[in-house]
């Protein structure tokens, strides 16, 4: 997570300026659990903290858990809707909210959250996931149907040159979300989702990327036949880590299973958990597929008439 | 050569499977019976015709086959799928060159007979094979008027080639009475900007808009037709922008019709224009195409990319001009 002095100095000057010692602790406890403003900042219980010293504790401490750019969502929401129904104005917000833009975020007005803007600094975490904290996350996973097959019959240079084509496609429609890739090894890989809607983008991703990947073997695709993939969006909590084989997660394992068991070649399958978020318009592209006598999947498939 | 197949059956062209070929065939039409003797008058150049006389009283089938038999530039087939010929070996004294009955029509023809054809036409009237042979030479240096591979030099004022597509929303009466008057221009506007947007990335630009649909223009320079990859892409993925941009509440169905024709070319005052492409490209997508279809004229898929071939079909013909129809892709496991 990217965070410089300039955005710290502004926190702090926005808290000193703008409220109460009692309410700067309150914020600060939404984002930290169980914060205690004295313990941490070695005051006597029965002394008050002066404001400006409070604040700069408080901004400190976020810096240092990494909260930093959730605190300064908080104040955004505070400033519109104020606290407990009474209006709260925080200064300096522009220049926090500028601040945050410098270093690579922008402001989704619609989640009310800083998410990286895009370009050359996108990180696996969004820069706001933490190494080691369990997420609610959706996954999406591609895989090359018959990769083994097709090395052994098309030349290196060309098997590599597809499958850059197809981590290009897939990055694209995935980024385009908001999504992130996780992994990529060869011929397929693992893009992972975590803002509001995070099933319906997975799926949508999914579903495009069946659309391109069509297109692309109409137009582009050197091979004789066409590139078939399979893919499977799953929804579930999981570890964070920069280092995706350090990555322990039951969300993951049931991912793999769904993809290499029960979908087939060219086709989306999704879990019944993704499934429930699909809305009414969403969820007539898919079909039920029963792959046991209690257990429900749904498909997605391109067909032509 | 040009082939032209009078009859009113609507599953002929799926039976016959006959497809435009730059050797051989120039250009496929099919005509109403009815408009017989005007479009005999008309042939000029060699040309097959099919008379399909199923729709034809029986004592006034030897009339019409001696209209075709007359003209020098025509030789001719006969389609009888209701075995009305009798003496069908008398067809053939007579100069027809070829008879399909159920049996051959159900089996499919497909571009494969037309080679016999013309080598029984080498043998008893080689002058209308020569004159087929000029004929696809003038052809091929047709008055196109190439836009050009971007905008950079069009002059507005002058006529040029474009390729233009039609594109008009379906169900315009139900969405005005459906939706209010401020929430339905919100929902137009955002589908003009997605549309917009859509085709920018292949050079179009939306040039005439009147609330429902309009014109687009693709810069054409006579090589290739990028914009039937674009119409393509609009049709396969519409239905992301139905759940991802659109103000409907509903799925949205629109026609689109992709052609390639002359027109002057103004930046304003475009209701002025007098075009026989533009009056003709309206009047396939509000008369001829079905709600939700995507249709192209023949010319377009000869300068389209290949791969694409496949996934358009005969739709018939519509003032004069052949019509293919794009095979929808097919999505949604339920209808809502």
Not at chain 1, 43 to 57: E, G, L, S, T, Y
Not at chain 1, 276 to 294: A, E, I, Q, W, Y
Not at chain 2, 293 to 312: K, M, N, S, W
Request: with cysteine.
């Amino acid at each position: 997570m990217k965070i410089s002095p300039r955005l710290q100095n502004y926190i702090a000057q926005a808290l000193s300026q703008s409220m109460e010692v009692r309410l700067m602790e309150r914020l600060a406890a939404r984002v930290i659990n169980g914060y205690d403003l004295y313990e941490r900042s070695g005051f006597p219980v029965n002394i008050p903290i002066p404001q400006v010293d409070a604040a700069r504790q408080i901004t400190s401490d976020l810096a240092r858990s990494g909260n930093i750019h959730r605190f300064a969502e908080l104040l955004v929401e505070v400033d519109r809707r104020g606290v407990m129904g009474r209006p709260v104005s925080i200064r300096l917000l522009p220049q926090i909210v500028k601040e945050l833009e410098i270093l690579g975020y922008r402001f989704k007005v619609d989640q009310g959250k800083f998410v990286e803007a895009g370009g050359q600094g996108k990180t696996k975490g969004w820069g706001v996931l933490i190494e080691g904290q369990s997420y609610d996350l959706s996954f999406l996973r591609i895989d090359t149907v018959g990769n083994t097959s097709l090395v052994r019959k098309y030349s290196k240079q060309m098997v590599v040159q597809v499958y850059n084509d197809l981590r290009r496609l897939f990055t694209g429609i995935v980024e385009k979300r908001d999504g992130r890739l996780w992994q990529w090894e060869g011929d397929g890989g693992i893009a992972a989702f975590i803002y509001d809607n995070k099933n319906v983008q997975a799926a949508l991703s999914g579903m495009e990327m069946l659309l391109e990947l069509f297109m692309y073997n109409l137009f582009q695709c050197p091979f004789a036949k066409p590139l078939q993939v399979r893919l499977a969006v799953h929804t579930g909590p999981c570890p964070f880590s920069e280092n995706f084989e350090r990555i322990r997660s039951d969300t993951l394992r049931r991912l793999e299973i769904i993809e290499s068991e029960f979908a087939e070649n060219d086709s989306l399958i999704i879990s019944p958990g993704v499934y429930s978020d699909m809305g009414n318009k969403l969820d007539t592209f898919f079909r039920p597929l029963r792959v046991s006598r209690h257990n429900l999947l749904y498909q997605y498939k391109l067909n032509w008439e | 050569m040009k082939i032209l197949i009078f009859s009113r059956s609507r599953k002929l062209p799926e039976k016959l499977k006959l497809r435009r070929r730059k050797d051989v065939v120039e250009q496929i039409a099919y005509v109403d019976p009815g408009e017989f003797t005007a479009r005999i008058k008309t042939v000029r150049t060699p040309t097959l015709c099919y008379l399909d006389v199923s729709s034809l009283e029986q004592d006034k089938i030897p009339s019409y086959l001696r209209r075709l038999k007359k003209n020098d530039c025509i030789v001719y087939g006969v389609i009888d799928p209701g075995s009305k010929i009798r003496d069908v070996a008398r067809l053939f004294h007579d100069g027809a060159v070829d008879y399909l009955d159920r049996r051959t029509l159900d089996g499919g023809i497909g571009m494969g007979r037309l080679n016999p054809i013309l080598a029984f036409i080498q043998g008893i009237n080689p002058a209308v094979l020569e004159k087929a042979a000029e004929s696809t030479q003038e052809q091929r240096r047709a008055p196109y008027k190439p836009s050009g591979y971007d905008w950079a030099s069009v002059v507005p004022g002058k006529e040029y080639t474009f390729a233009m597509m039609f594109v008009e929303l379906d169900g315009k009466d139900r969405m005005e009475k459906s939706y209010g008057a401020k929430n339905l221009s919100i929902a137009l506007a955002s589908f003009r900007r997605y549309l917009e947007g859509f085709v920018r990335q292949f050079g179009g630009k939306v040039w005439m808009w009147s609330s429902f649909g309009g014109i687009v223009l693709f810069p054409f320079d006579a090589k290739s037709c990028p914009a039937l990859n674009c119409a393509f892409r609009l049709m396969l993925f519409r239905h992301l922008y139905d759940i991802e941009g659109s103000h409907f509440p509903n799925f949205l169905s629109f026609r689109l019709v992709l052609h390639i024709g002359n027109t002057p070319y103004t930046e304003n005052d475009t209701g002025h224009i007098v075009s026989d492409s533009l009056n003709s490209i309206f009047h396939l997508g509000q008369q001829f195409v079905q709600p939700g279809d995507f249709c192209i004229t023949e010319e377009v898929l000869q300068f389209g990319h290949p791969a694409l071939r496949d996934y358009f079909l005969p739709a018939g013909a519509f003032e004069g001009r052949n019509v293919l129809r794009m095979r929808l892709p097919i999505h949604r496991h339920k209808r809502k």
